[in-house]
């Protein structure tokens, strides 16, 4: 009987976590999202949030917001 794998991500309480060893693709993606206008996205690497800094940005008018499609 094989025991099975620990899940690297997923929720726990409600706050989101993330084990996996970060690359660069995930940090800009959770960092700097044009995407996405959450203020709070799910850590690169650990348990919590990390802020998208450029929906930061885009609230204090530092940058325009892109058009959307």
């Known amino acids: 009987m094989s025991t099975p794998q620990p899940k690297h991500t997923g929720h726990f309480l409600r706050i989101p976590y993330d084990w996996r060893r970060p690359t660069w693709a995930r940090i800009r993606a959770r960092t700097w999202n044009a995407a996405e206008q959450r203020l709070l996205l799910p850590k690169v690497f650990g348990w919590g949030w990390d802020l998208n ?4 940005s885009c609230r ?3 940058i325009r917001r892109p ?3």
């Open 67 to 69: 058009p959307s499609a």
């Open 53 to 56: 800094l450029h929906e930061v």
């Open 60 to 62: 204090l008018s530092l």
